[in-house]
């Protein structure tokens, strides 16, 4: 059985039983199945499935590490988070993650006046509110009216201008005020893609000559009771725990120093973001070199003893762990449409009564290839191509000879991969690194995991089923987008093997895991490919089968992407219809065409596929 790395990157969330991917909960239903069943109600393009169990599954854990390292130290302070919306402001993930939670000091962090309305919507009553990023007066207003309807909101200030502004506002507004947080400019760094994200050049935050700038502010204008925490982030996905020790340790001594300026209001620190997800699929290939208890427990105990030594009261420890809670909790399945190797068949190949001498070579290397001399002949084959290659460019051989040393020598790399595939050759795997096979699936990349095409960030992939088949197809990944870069290239050293399948007669599935964190946020209208059809799996222990598929939201259809570019889209109707009608085709066959053109404007982009059980 083959399992695509699941022990490293799926936490048990996922599992490979009778030869399929299976949710790991309940009845443990497969995948395969729910997305069969959701192509049998016609929805045949990509799938994006999210699993909300999976959301209260990782909000547990965060607060199950951290109250137990809390209890293990015997520390005097609270533990709270905040998922920062940035990371997924979607609905049927808000939502979800909002009534899960309630039972949590957990609530939400907002970067944007639309995201501040969010979270003014859904936060639970009596659970944190943080507002980081660049605020205008409107926005800190916002905030004062969240404060005023009762929510426990902080203001985090990344500029002395910002500062002045609450001064201005609190003059403005009726009490109750809004707490607020210093974002603090550390000298510690992170590490990895995001680094930036911390240091004294970051974007955000003030230095320590604006720290005690704000502190006079706010004494002179009788709000210093209202500073209640500071802030700092060093970056997302933090690859090494080092930094992060380094951080808090910088962060403790700040807040200690705070405090005996006089700010005893001051009672919270905010670590920020950047808890990593493991996203490898290759032993020895890791994004994190830590668990969540080392995590937790580094914090808890690093501010403990930094305080300790200070003579100051542990303060509570906010976390805005975005990804960590986010990214599991959603799966992409893209349809494969078609492998291009199938275009060099048999049926292909068309040999003239008198072919080239390498042809004729080619075709006897072909029908006597047995696996005792497979790698011979594989070698032989190729270097056939190149020479016949060669006496193309120069003339000697037309574009029929070219095409059928083409269909040749594929279907001997073919022949050869199933005749060996059960064996460990390393000469094939070196093969298939030159001579990949290419599958084309039905999705845009650029929608649905920009991050790859952005940042290079790799993502979980495997087939849904035929995991007791062993794959022999070193893979490429084609999205349908009409760009160069909706490829997710073979790479020999974290290689992605896939199954010789023929899609006319049955389906392949591939799905994406761990897309559910900045993925849908990021994504683009490339080629106007828009969000897939999305539903959630909510697990009833009633229903037959075990679960119901709920919050269908099916992928805008065409008439609606042109709607939102500002299209007047009964403008392009009145344009199809009146150049149809200038056609010279006959009156029943221009209602016919209309027809047809107004069903395609009524559905989405994706392109259609037929099982091929109903053919």
């Not at 999305?534 to 992928?555: M, P, Q, R, T, V």
Request: with cysteine; net charge negative; charged share 25%.
């Amino acid at each position: 059985m083959v399992d695509y790395g699941i022990k490293f990157w799926s936490n048990d969330d996922f599992i490979i039983e009778d030869s399929v991917v299976k949710i790991n909960y309940k009845n443990k239903p497969s995948l395969i199945d729910i997305v069969l069943e959701a192509r049998e109600k016609g929805y045949r393009g990509p799938l994006l499935i999210r699993f909300p169990h999976l959301i209260k599954n990782q909000i547990d854990k965060i607060f199950s590490a951290f109250n137990g390292a809390i209890r293990e130290y015997n520390y005097k302070g609270k533990f709270k988070a905040v998922f920062p919306l940035k990371v997924n402001q979607m609905p049927n993930f808000i939502l979800p993650l909002v009534e899960l939670s309630e039972d949590k000091d957990y609530g939400l962090e907002a970067g944007s006046k639309s995201e501040l309305i969010i979270a003014m919507a859904y936060t639970n009553k009596g659970k944190p509110i943080t507002v980081n990023g660049f605020k205008d007066k409107e926005m800190i207003s916002l905030g004062f009216i969240a404060a005023n309807m009762g929510h426990d909101i902080i203001l985090t200030i990344e500029g002395l201008n910002e500062l002045e502004t609450i001064i201005e506002v609190a003059k403005e507004m009726s009490e109750p005020y809004p707490d607020i947080g210093l974002r603090i400019r550390l000298h510690s760094t992170g590490v990895g893609l995001w680094a930036k994200s911390g240091g004294i050049n970051s974007k955000f935050g003030l230095t320590s000559t604006e720290l005690l700038q704000a502190i006079k502010m706010l004494t002179k204008s009788n709000l210093l009771h209202k500073f209640t925490m500071i802030h700092f982030h060093i970056g997302s996905q933090i690859s090494d725990i080092s930094p992060l020790k380094k951080a808090i340790r910088e962060l403790g001594n700040i807040y200690a120093g705070l405090r005996k300026m006089g700010a005893t209001g001051l009672k919270s620190v905010n670590i920020g973001g950047g808890l990593a997800v493991e996203y490898t699929q290759h032993e020895g290939i890791n994004y994190k070199n830590y668990t969540l208890q080392e995590f937790s427990g580094d914090v808890v105990f690093s501010l403990r003893e930094i305080v300790k030594n200070k003579g100051e009261p542990e303060p509570d420890i906010f976390i805005e762990s975005g990804r960590f809670v986010a990214a599991n909790h959603a799966v992409l399945v893209a349809p494969v449409l078609e492998l291009f190797s199938h275009e060099y068949d048999e049926k292909a190949l068309e040999l003239k009564e008198e072919n080239p001498p390498l042809i004729e070579e080619l075709l006897d290397l072909y029908n006597s290839i047995v696996e005792k001399n497979a790698i011979e002949y594989l070698h032989d084959s190729l270097d056939h191509m190149e020479s016949l290659l060669t006496l193309f460019d120069l003339g000697y051989i037309d574009l029929q000879d070219r095409s059928n040393t083409e269909v040749l020598v594929h279907l001997i790399i073919k022949k050869v991969i199933k005749l060996l595939k059960y064996k460990n050759h390393n000469e094939i795997l070196r093969i298939q690194e030159s001579v990949q096979e290419r599958y084309l699936l039905n999705c845009s990349f650029f929608q649905s995991l920009p991050d790859y095409w952005g940042l290079a960030q790799n993502f979980p992939v495997m087939p849904l089923n035929r995991l007791n088949r062993r794959p022999t197809r070193a893979a490429s990944l084609w999205d349908i987008t009409c760009d160069s870069d909706g490829e997710i290239a073979f790479d020999p050293k974290k290689p992605l093997y896939l199954h010789e399948v023929d899609v006319s007669k049955e389906e392949y599935f591939l799905g994406f895991f761990l897309i559910g964190a900045y993925q849908e946020v990021l994504g683009m209208k490339h080629n106007l490919f828009t969000h897939p059809t999305e539903f959630s799996i909510i697990f009833d222990d009633e229903l037959n089968k075990g679960y119901e598929i709920e919050n269908l939201l099916e992928a805008q259809n065409i008439l609606d992407v042109l709607d939102d570019l500002d299209y007047d889209t009964k403008d392009i109707e009145r344009r199809l219809k009146a150049g149809l009608e200038e056609s010279e085709l006959s009156p029943e066959d221009k209602k016919d065409v209309l027809g047809k053109l107004y069903v395609m404007l009524s559905e989405n982009g994706y392109l259609k596929t037929i099982n091929p059980e109903e053919e």
